[in-house]
T-cell receptor, first 116, second 112 residues
Framework: KAGVTQTPRYLIKTRGQQVTLSCSPI?????VSWYQQTPGQGLQFLFEYFSETQRNKGNFPGRFSGRQFSNSRSEMNVSTLELGDSALYLC???????????????FGQGTRLTVV | QKEVEQNSGPLSVPEGAIASLNCTYS??????FFWYRQYSGKSPELIMF????GDKEDGRFTAQLNKASQYVSLLIRDSQPSDSATYLC????????????FGKGITLSVRP
């Protein structure tokens, strides 16, 4: 069974540009969450999508957005990039139990974004 | 106030010893508890999860949860050099069971 797939693995962007990252969840997993990992702040939750709807959101500015498609694949977008957005962006997928609760989350390999 | 706290590391143990990793959380209503392992340059890998008070064992790993004390731990028996990694504790808050809140992690080094 294939794991969570994130593309691209590495990105270099210039301040002010925008970027789109992609995530394909494990087959059968319908919840996709995004996290940012930096040395200073650690792993921080960005948002979660289920059934093409944002279900939970972390404390990030509106420059960070996402969406989910009908096949559960998800994208996240960061507009007007800042140097501080340089980070490892991780996607995690999980199944949904009856009642809507998520099961354990499995992470993809991440996208390393460098903003110069 | 930090929501999830882990011992400041690094932690070094000899091969074959028991490594004990600890984590406390601030939200008494937290529902689910996870331990992830992250090797340098890699993504987090789920190694244990626990939902109820008590112990849960899986091979050389044991997770322990004490909700009254808001404490979750991970024991690694017969530690191996391949266990050397950063271990991340994560909890889900009430009402948002897909939103993982992580501790900063503790780096474990197993000496051959």
């Amino acid at each position: 069974k294939a794991g969570v797939t994130q593309t691209p693995r590495y990105l270099i962007k210039t301040r002010g540009q925008q970027v789109t990252l992609s995530c394909s969840p494990i087959s059968g997993h319908r919840s996709v969450s995004w996290y940012q990992q930096t040395p200073g702040q650690g792993l921080q939750f960005l948002f979660e999508y289920f059934s093409e709807t944002q279900r939970n959101k972390g404390n990030f500015p509106g420059r960070f957005s996402g969406r989910q498609f009908s096949n559960s694949r998800s994208e996240m977008n960061v507009s007007t990039l800042e140097l501080g957005d340089s980070a490892l962006y991780l996607c995690a997928s999980s199944q949904i139990r009856t009642g809507g609760a998520s099961t354990e989350a499995f992470f993809g390999q991440g996208t390393r974004l460098t903003v110069v | 106030q930090k929501e999830v706290e882990q011992n400041s590391g690094p932690l070094s143990v000899p091969e074959g010893a028991i490594a004990s990793l600890n984590c406390t959380y601030s939200d008494r209503g937290s529902q689910s508890f996870f331990w992830y392992r992250q090797y340098s340059g890699k993504s987090p890998e789920l190694i244990m999860f626990i939902y109820s008070n008590g112990d849960k064992e899986d091979g050389r790993f044991t997770a322990q949860l004490n909700k009254a004390s808001q404490y979750v731990s991970l024991l690694i028996r017969d530690s191996q050099p391949s266990d050397s990694a950063t271990y991340l504790c994560a909890v889900t808050p009430p009402g948002a069971n897909s939103k993982l809140t992580f501790g900063k992690g503790i780096t474990l080094s197993v000496r051959p």
